[in-house]
């Protein structure tokens, strides 16, 4: 009998826990401080306007239109969401990052693929790691990883030569290829290690690419374990302990991806020596080695110094961050030039006034036209269209532009409770149209000839726009993906001419983090980008 009256005492134990929660879920939302913000109709008690965001970057627009430029819609259960394109609130955001801080589940997921690295961490643990991350991403060691760009470019560009000359077929699906071409550069530039994706008949044959593809994809899978790890924490211990079909191979790519992990970290250490005191690393450039430098250099008290673990974990996070985002920006790049002829001539015509196939960082920032192509891609095309952040503390969001409330005053601010989650439309503040007027979805790099004086309120860490976001956790390596974009272009543009392989109106974007292109024709295909190449001849 013992064991019915504990079984008894454990439902009811769990029943009354379940009953506390949802009365403090419906209390927390009935007193929110949003309710006083107009928004769009709950749609659904359970998927709120979820359902409705299929298209989202058109409905924020008209959502925008009917009730400002802050406002709030329903998530999943009615749950309120916070929606905001006033410069002076996202600011604050931005600036606040000990409040403002990425939502607990997601970290705790993506924690399995990049342990607690610099896209992970939050508060003073995040502070850390980009004091010491810093230097390893300024001008200088940028100008040094130049070469790495061209050098890969180049590669890609031969390879693309040959393609479209076989068999008389100029299709190539560029998406695919500039996949590798990243992936090869983040191995060089990032940790010194040789993925070879180009050459590669496979490129996942490599087995730390292909111990990561394993992770990514196990991490990206919805499933009843992901949604109860998600929706109820406190059930993860037990969860951990469920058997699942993918634990086995999960296990194995993590055993893969720290082993490789600690043998490029113990190189890295091997190159690093001391001088009259002074840390030298006199023969390596990587990002992973100059980590080590600064992590070791005797300036930095032993308190405040990264961990190897902490070290280790910015290996996938480099993977992450410095591989899909640039392929597919450069790819959305190739695309808008398709579409305009004439800007694709005028870029041309501009590189071809070079002397040189390998220039250098500075000599790629001599060209304006390009860096305005560059600048008009990331604005219109940003790889990444939106982010979340939660509140972990009450505070107070300052608005620039005031917004009527349902009562009809008029509010200069909104409070904003613990707990609160927040949308961060990158995309739709790149392209709203109070700042970038009535043709800012259009594709227009002379529009960076005079910047609207509007536009210096967009509070982003480069280029009047929140492509590499702002603040603190702005993007630690935003020149490392600018740099690597025009070379990509610099190498490419002057060797190819690029037209669609299908119509205009076959492609669509598809979001899944990383925002990329599909073809509504074949869906089923994953993510491509098919364009026409015919080499240029040069007098």
Same mark, same amino acid.
């Given at each position: 009998?013992?064991?019915?009256?504990?079984?008894?005492?454990?439902?009811?134990?769990?029943?009354?826990?379940?009953?506390? +929660? /949802?009365?403090?879920?419906?209390?927390?939302?009935?007193?929110?401080?949003?309710?006083?913000?107009?928004?769009?109709? #709950?749609?659904?008690?359970?998927?709120? #306007?979820?359902?409705?965001?299929?298209?989202?970057?058109?409905?924020? %627009?008209?959502?925008? %239109?009917?009730?400002?430029?802050?406002?709030?819609? +329903?998530?999943?259960?009615?749950?309120?969401?916070?929606?905001?394109?006033?410069?002076?609130?996202?600011?604050?955001?931005?600036?606040?990052?000990?409040?403002?801080?990425?939502?607990?589940?997601?970290?705790?997921?993506?924690?399995?693929?990049?342990?607690?690295?610099?896209?992970?961490? %939050?508060?003073?643990?995040?502070?850390?790691?980009?004091?010491?991350?810093?230097?390893?991403?300024?001008?200088?060691?940028?100008?040094?990883?130049?070469?790495?760009?061209?050098?890969?470019?180049?590669?890609?560009?031969?390879?693309?030569?040959?393609?479209?000359?076989?068999?008389?077929?100029?299709?190539?699906?560029?998406?695919?290829?500039?996949?590798?071409?990243?992936?090869?550069?983040?191995?060089?530039?990032?940790?010194?290690?040789?993925?070879?994706?180009?050459?590669?008949?496979?490129?996942?044959?490599?087995?730390?690419?292909?111990?990561?593809? &394993?992770?990514?994809?196990?991490?990206?899978?919805?499933?009843?374990?992901? /949604?109860?790890?998600?929706?109820?924490?406190?059930?993860?211990?037990?969860?951990?302990?469920?058997?699942?079909?993918?634990?086995?191979?999960? +296990?194995?790519?993590? %055993?893969?991806?720290?082993?490789?992990?600690?043998?490029?970290?113990?190189?890295?250490?091997?190159?690093?020596?001391?001088? #009259?005191?002074?840390?030298?690393?006199?023969?390596?450039?990587?990002?992973?080695?100059?980590?080590?430098?600064?992590?070791?250099?005797?300036?930095?008290?032993?308190?405040?110094?990264?961990?190897?673990?902490?070290?280790?974990?910015?290996?996938?996070?480099?993977?992450?961050?410095?591989?899909?985002?640039?392929?597919?920006?450069?790819?959305?790049?190739?695309?808008?030039?398709?579409?305009?002829?004439?800007?694709?001539?005028?870029?041309?015509?501009?590189?071809?006034?070079?002397?040189?196939?390998?220039?250098?960082?500075?000599?790629?920032?001599?060209?304006?036209?390009?860096?305005?192509?560059?600048?008009?891609?990331?604005?219109?095309?940003?790889?990444?269209?939106?982010?979340?952040?939660?509140?972990?503390?009450?505070?107070?969001?300052?608005?620039?532009?005031? &917004?009527?409330?349902?009562?009809?005053?008029?509010?200069?601010?909104?409070?904003?409770? =613990?707990?609160?989650?927040?949308?961060?439309? /990158?995309?739709?503040?790149?392209?709203?149209?109070?700042?970038?007027?009535?043709?800012?979805?259009?594709?227009?790099?002379?529009?960076?000839?005079?910047?609207?004086?509007?536009?210096?309120?967009?509070?982003?860490?480069?280029?009047?726009?929140?492509?590499?976001?702002?603040?603190?956790?702005?993007?630690?390596?935003?020149?490392?993906?600018?740099?690597?974009? =025009?070379?990509?272009?610099?190498?490419?543009?002057?060797?190819?001419?690029?037209?669609?392989?299908?119509?205009?109106?076959? /492609?669509? =974007?598809?979001? $899944?983090? &990383?925002?990329?292109?599909?073809? +509504?024709? $074949?869906?089923?295909?994953? #993510?491509?980008?098919?364009?026409?190449?015919?080499?240029?001849?040069?007098?």
């Amino acid at each position: 009998m013992a064991w019915k009256e504990l079984l008894s005492s454990f439902l009811a134990t769990t029943v009354a826990y379940v009953a506390v +929660k /949802i009365f403090r879920f419906i209390y927390t939302e009935w007193t929110s401080p949003l309710h006083a913000l107009s928004g769009p109709p #709950n749609k659904s008690l359970i998927y709120g #306007n979820v359902k409705e965001l299929s298209d989202a970057e058109e409905l924020y %627009e008209k959502w925008t %239109e009917k009730y400002g430029t802050t406002f709030k819609f +329903k998530a999943f259960l009615g749950v309120n969401r916070l929606y905001t394109t006033d410069p002076k609130a996202l600011s604050h955001i931005f600036m606040n990052s000990m409040i403002y801080q990425k939502p607990e589940p997601a970290r705790y997921h993506l924690s399995f693929l990049l342990g607690n690295g610099i896209l992970i961490a %939050e508060g003073e643990k995040h502070r850390q790691q980009r004091r010491i991350m810093n230097p390893a991403f300024g001008p200088a060691q940028t100008r040094e990883l130049t070469e790495i760009f061209i050098e890969k470019s180049i590669e890609l560009r031969d390879i693309w030569l040959t393609e479209s000359q076989k068999d008389g077929n100029s299709r190539i699906d560029v998406l695919s290829w500039l996949s590798r071409m990243t992936l090869d550069v983040i191995g060089l530039a990032g940790f010194n290690y040789k993925f070879d994706a180009l050459a590669a008949s496979d490129p996942e044959k490599n087995e730390l690419n292909q111990a990561f593809s &394993v992770l990514f994809r196990s991490r990206s899978r919805i499933t009843l374990r992901t /949604i109860l790890d998600t929706m109820v924490p406190w059930l993860r211990p037990i969860i951990k302990r469920i058997p699942d079909e993918v634990d086995a191979e999960h +296990k194995i790519a993590t %055993e893969t991806m720290a082993r490789v992990g600690a043998e490029l970290l113990q190189e890295s250490k091997a190159g690093v020596y001391l001088e #009259n005191g002074r840390v030298v690393t006199p023969w390596k450039r990587d990002l992973l080695s100059l980590l080590v430098r600064a992590n070791m250099a005797t300036d930095v008290p032993p308190s405040q110094r990264m961990t190897d673990d902490d070290v280790l974990s910015q290996v996938p996070t480099f993977l992450v961050a410095g591989h899909e985002t640039t392929s597919t920006a450069t790819t959305w790049a190739l695309y808008a030039l398709s579409l305009r002829p004439d800007v694709q001539t005028k870029l041309r015509d501009e590189l071809l006034t070079m002397g040189t196939d390998n220039p250098t960082m500075d000599e790629l920032n001599t060209l304006p036209y390009l860096d305005m192509v560059v600048r008009e891609t990331l604005r219109l095309h940003a790889p990444i269209p939106a982010t979340v952040r939660v509140a972990v503390a009450d505070d107070v969001l300052p608005l620039s532009i005031p &917004v009527t409330a349902r009562d009809g005053s008029v509010l200069q601010e909104i409070r904003v409770r =613990k707990g609160q989650t927040m949308d961060i439309p /990158i995309l739709a503040m790149n392209t709203v149209t109070s700042i970038w007027g009535k043709d800012a979805k259009e594709f227009k790099p002379e529009r960076w000839e005079k910047v609207p004086d509007a536009a210096a309120a967009i509070p982003g860490v480069w280029g009047n726009m929140l492509t590499f976001l702002g603040g603190p956790r702005a993007c630690i390596g935003y020149r490392f993906s600018l740099v690597e974009t =025009k070379a990509l272009l610099f190498t490419l543009v002057r060797a190819f001419e690029f037209e669609l392989a299908v119509p205009a109106e076959d /492609i669509s =974007k598809k979001s $899944d983090v &990383v925002r990329r292109p599909v073809l +509504k024709s $074949d869906p089923g295909a994953g #993510n491509q980008m098919p364009l026409r190449l015919t080499p240029v001849i040069r007098n």
